[in-house]
C-alpha cells in the first residue's frame, strides 16, 4: 500500500469496511494506484508491465486486473496524446438511421460513397492481421458492424486500435456505408476515435444475469438484456399515455410537497426526517391527496399529479419503500366518474406502450384490458363466501370470532372496518384476476371519503384489483369539514392504540376544506404497479433505479 493511503486517518464517524478499510480509505487507495498505473505508463513501461508492479504493491483489495489493464491503457492514450472522453465527435447519423436508410439495400459486398459518422458502445470486436470487425451498439440495442482495415487508416492507427479498444468501450467510428461479403451492413473506416474508455469489463452477453446484478447495477441490465431497456422505454411510453389523456380531460399537472410537517392522505407508516434550518421533524410524503384537494379549494378543478411517495413498511412483489403514484381529482365528479377516467387511462397506456389493449406478459401469457370491466361490492362478496349475510352493523366480536376460526393474525387496533377488509381480502384478494372494482367499503377504513349516498356505514371508495392485486383505488371525496374533523379524531384515537398507520390531525387541511371544496371524484395508482399490471414483471423490475440493501 503507498504511503499516502497508510497514513490517512479514518475520521470517527466512519465506519471500518473490508479489511478495516473505510469508505475514504478504500477509495484514496484505488485513486493511489490509477497514479501509480499511470506514472508507470509515463517512464516508459508498457501497459502490461504497469500492471504487474501494481499487483504487488496494492493487493488483492485494489483494483482486479480486467480494471488495471484498461487503467493502463487510459493512461496510455493520454501520454500519446489521445483523450480518452473527448468532448465532442462528429456523430452524423445513429445507427438506428443508418440501418433505417440501407438495410436491405445492399447486395453482398456492394460498397456506397456515402460517409457517416456513427458512435456506439462495442459488443464484439475481432482483431484481425490488417483488417478488424467490430460490433457497435446503440442505446436501444440496434447494432452495426464496423471495419477498420489497415489500407484504410494506415498500419499505425490500426495498432493503436489493437492495443486500445477493448469491449464496452464507445467507439466512433467515420466511413463508407458498405455490405461485406457476408452481406452485412457495415461502415467502412477512415477514422476512428474511442468516445469514452470504459474501465470496467462488460457482463457476459450470453448468459443472464442474476437478480443480485439486475437490482444493484441495472445500468448493467440495460445493456446486456434488451427486456430491461423494454421496460424503460415502456414505463416512459406508458407515463407519457397518463398525460396525454389526462391533457384530453383538461387536467392540470402540479407538483405538491414532498417534505411535510404533518403525514396524511394515505393509511401508511411514513419516514422521518430533520430540517436543521427550521429545527422541525419532517416526514417524506406518504401521498399528495390533501394538498391536491387544496387545489381544488382554491379553484384548480380538474387536477392530477405524477409523484415520488415514500412508505416506511415492507417490500415484496408488488411493494416498494419509494414508488412513484398518480392520483387525480375532479370538481363535480364522484366515484362512479372518476373510475370511468381510470379505466380509459389503463386501456390508453396499455394501447400506447404495447400497440393493443390485449399484452403479453412476461411468462408468454395473454391479457385483456379491453371491453367493460367487472364490478362487485365488498360487503355482498364477503357475505357469499361465508354463507351468511355481513352488514355494516355485524359487531366486532362476531366478525372477530369469524376470523379466529379461519386462523387470521388479529390485527392491532382493530375495528369493523379493518375486520370485514382482512376478511374479505382473505377470500378474494387473490382470486380477482380480471380487471374487477370492488366497491363501497367500511367507513372506519376510509377516512377521507364520502358517506355512501344510501348504504349507512359504508363509504363511496372502490380499489381495483388486476391479476390479483390491487391497482388503483377511487373515491368520492369526502369535503364536510365537520364530518372530516370527527375522521381525523378517530384515526388519531386508533394511533394512540398503536396504529402506526393511523392519520393525524391535519389542522391546516382542515382550514382548507372550510373555505369550500367542491364536491369531486378522486383516485390513486401506483406508477410502478401499472407497469406490473402491463409486463407481469415484479415491482422491482419495473423501477429503474431500485433501493436495495447494501452489501456488509
Known amino acids: 500500500m503507498s504511503e499516502t493511503s497508510e497514513t490517512t486517518e479514518r475520521p470517527q464517524d466512519q465506519e471500518p469496511g473490508e479489511e478495516g478499510m473505510n469508505t475514504i480509505q478504500r477509495a484514496q487507495m484505488l485513486l493511489d494506484q490509477d497514479n501509480a498505473i499511470a506514472a508507470r505508463v509515463e517512464s516508459g513501461a508498457s501497459p502490461e508491465e504497469a500492471i504487474d508492479s501494481s499487483n504487488k504493491e496494492f493487493g488483492p483489495q485494489a483494483h482486479p486486473e480486467q480494471v488495471q489493464i484498461r487503467v493502463a491503457k487510459r493512461a496510455q492514450m493520454l501520454k500519446d496524446g489521445l483523450e480518452p472522453y473527448p468532448v465532442h465527435l462528429d456523430v452524423t447519423e445513429t445507427i438506428n438511421q443508418v440501418r433505417d436508410r440501407y438495410d436491405g439495400k445492399l447486395e453482398p459486398g456492394q460498397e456506397t460513397d456515402d460517409v457517416v459518422g456513427i458512435a456506439g458502445r462495442v459488443l464484439f470486436l475481432r482483431n484481425g492481421g490488417g483488417l478488424c470487425f467490430v460490433q457497435l451498439s446503440s442505446g436501444d440495442g440496434t447494432r452495426i458492424q464496423g471495419m477498420v482495415s489497415k489500407r484504410e487508416i494506415g498500419a499505425d492507427s490500426l495498432k493503436r486500435f489493437k492495443q486500445l479498444v477493448d469491449l464496452g468501450d464507445h467507439l466512433y467510428l467515420r466511413g463508407r456505408v458498405v455490405s461485406s461479403k457476408t452481406g452485412e451492413l457495415s461502415v467502412f473506416a477512415t477514422e476512428w476515435d474511442i468516445a469514452a474508455k470504459a474501465l470496467r469489463p462488460m457482463p457476459a452477453l450470453h448468459k443472464d444475469l442474476t437478480e443480485e446484478q439486475r437490482t444493484r447495477k441495472p445500468y448493467l441490465a440495460m445493456i446486456a438484456d434488451e427486456k430491461a431497456r423494454d421496460m424503460v422505454r415502456h414505463r416512459s411510453a406508458a407515463v407519457s399515455s397518463l398525460r396525454r389523456t389526462f391533457d384530453g380531460h383538461d387536467f392540470m399537472e402540479v407538483e405538491t410537497p414532498m417534505l411535510q410537517t404533518v403525514h396524511g392522505g394515505a393509511a401508511a407508516r411514513p419516514f422521518t426526517t430533520h430540517m436543521n434550518a427550521f429545527d422541525i421533524d419532517l416526514f417524506l410524503r406518504i401521498a399528495p391527496e390533501l394538498f391536491l384537494k387544496r387545489c381544488l379549494v382554491g379553484g384548480i378543478e380538474r387536477v392530477f399529479e405524477i409523484n415520488r411517495d415514500f412508505r416506511n413498511e415492507g417490500a415484496d412483489g408488488t411493494h416498494a419503500p419509494e414508488f412513484t403514484m398518480l392520483e387525480a381529482y375532479q370538481a363535480y365528479g364522484t366515484y362512479d366518474t372518476i373510475g370511468d377516467l381510470t379505466k380509459e387511462l389503463i386501456q390508453n397506456a396499455a394501447q400506447d406502450a404495447f400497440g393493443?389493449?390485449?399484452?403479453?406478459?412476461?411468462?408468454?401469457?395473454?391479457?385483456?384490458?379491453?371491453?367493460?370491466?367487472?364490478?362487485?361490492?365488498?360487503?355482498?362478496?364477503?357475505?357469499e363466501s361465508l354463507g351468511e349475510e355481513i352488514t355494516p352493523e355485524t359487531g366486532k366480536d362476531h366478525l372477530r370470532a369469524i376470523a379466529d376460526k379461519l386462523?387470521?393474525?388479529?390485527?392491532?387496533?382493530?375495528?369493523?372496518?379493518?375486520?370485514?377488509?382482512?376478511?374479505?381480502?382473505?377470500?378474494?384478494?387473490?382470486?380477482?384476476?380480471?380487471?374487477?372494482?370492488?366497491?363501497?367499503?367500511?367507513?372506519?377504513?376510509?377516512?377521507?371519503?364520502?358517506?355512501?349516498?344510501?348504504?349507512?356505514?359504508?363509504?363511496?371508495?372502490?380499489?381495483?384489483?388486476?391479476?390479483?392485486?390491487?391497482?388503483?383505488?377511487?373515491?368520492?371525496?369526502?369535503?364536510?369539514?365537520?364530518?372530516?374533523?370527527?375522521?381525523?379524531?378517530?384515526?388519531?384515537?386508533?394511533?394512540?392504540?398503536?396504529?402506526?398507520?393511523?392519520?393525524?390531525?391535519?389542522?391546516?387541511?382542515?382550514?382548507?376544506?372550510?373555505?369550500?371544496?367542491?364536491?369531486?371524484?378522486?383516485?390513486?395508482?401506483?406508477?410502478?404497479?401499472?407497469?406490473?399490471?402491463?409486463?407481469?414483471?415484479?415491482?422491482?423490475?419495473?423501477?429503474?433505479?431500485?433501493?436495495?440493501?447494501?452489501?456488509?
Not at 356 to 383: A, C, H, N, P, R
Not at 441 to 469: C, I, M, N
Open 407 to 552: 386462523g387470521l393474525e388479529e390485527e392491532p387496533a382493530e375495528n369493523h372496518g379493518k375486520l370485514v377488509e382482512h376478511l374479505w381480502e382473505h377470500f378474494w384478494q387473490d382470486k380477482l384476476y380480471e380487471p374487477t372494482f370492488v366497491r363501497d367499503f367500511p367507513v372506519e377504513t376510509s377516512p377521507l371519503v364520502k358517506a355512501h349516498r344510501t348504504k349507512q356505514g359504508v363509504v363511496e371508495k372502490w380499489d381495483l384489483y388486476v391479476r390479483g392485486f390491487e391497482l388503483a383505488t377511487g373515491y368520492s371525496e369526502l369535503n364536510d369539514p365537520v364530518v372530516q374533523r370527527q375522521r381525523f379524531v378517530e384515526q388519531a384515537k386508533m394511533a394512540s392504540q398503536g396504529d402506526v398507520e393511523a392519520m393525524d390531525i391535519d389542522e391546516d387541511f382542515l382550514e382548507a376544506l372550510g373555505v369550500g371544496m367542491p364536491p369531486a371524484g378522486g383516485m390513486g395508482m401506483g406508477i410502478d404497479r401499472l407497469l406490473i399490471a402491463l409486463t407481469g414483471a415484479s415491482i422491482r423490475e419495473t423501477i429503474t433505479f431500485p433501493l436495495v440493501k447494501p452489501l456488509a
Open 356 to 383: 393493443s389493449m390485449e399484452v403479453t406478459l412476461l411468462d408468454g401469457q395473454k391479457y385483456d384490458f379491453g371491453g367493460e370491466w367487472k364490478q362487485i361490492s365488498m360487503y355482498e362478496s364477503l357475505s
